[in-house]
């Protein structure tokens, strides 16, 4: 089992700047890679952003792609999700997710952390 928790949340005036950090225990060394996904008031779930174990591939959706970094540092099991450029439209609860090595799909999931932000 792997454990996620997020933090780094909160309320942003458009423009500015958060950083999401997540940090994973338990069986970490079973995960293959992790993401951000996000949910907004009234829509699915969107995926934002994801990263390979060793970080050298990074992957991002349309809509957050030169504003969002995701990064990792795996001696403190913890991804990393640098949001700049916010706009109104990036308000979600963003969500910590990561997939093990034996799945096709993401398993385990944090409980999310709440992203505001005001025009």
């Known amino acids: 089992q792997v454990q996620l928790v997020e933090s780094g949340g909160g309320l942003v005036q458009a423009g500015g700047s958060l950083r999401l950090s997540c940090v994973a225990s338990?069986?970490?060394?079973?995960?293959?890679?992790m993401a951000w996904f996000r949910q907004a008031p009234g829509k699915g779930r969107e995926f934002v952003a994801t990263?390979?174990?060793?970080?050298?591939?990074?992957w991002y959706s349309d809509s957050v792609k030169g504003r969002f970094t995701i990064s990792n540092n795996n001696a403190k099991s913890t991804v990393y999700l640098q949001m700049n450029s916010l706009t109104p439209e990036d308000t979600a609860v963003y969500y910590c997710?990561?997939?093990?090595?034996?799945?096709?799909?993401?398993?385990?999931w944090g409980q999310g952390t709440q992203v505001t932000v005001s025009s």
């Open positions: 990263i390979s174990r060793s970080g050298g591939v990074t």
């Open positions: 997710a990561a997939r093990p090595v034996t799945a096709n799909d993401y398993e385990y």
């Open positions: 338990g069986r970490t060394v079973s995960i293959w890679n």
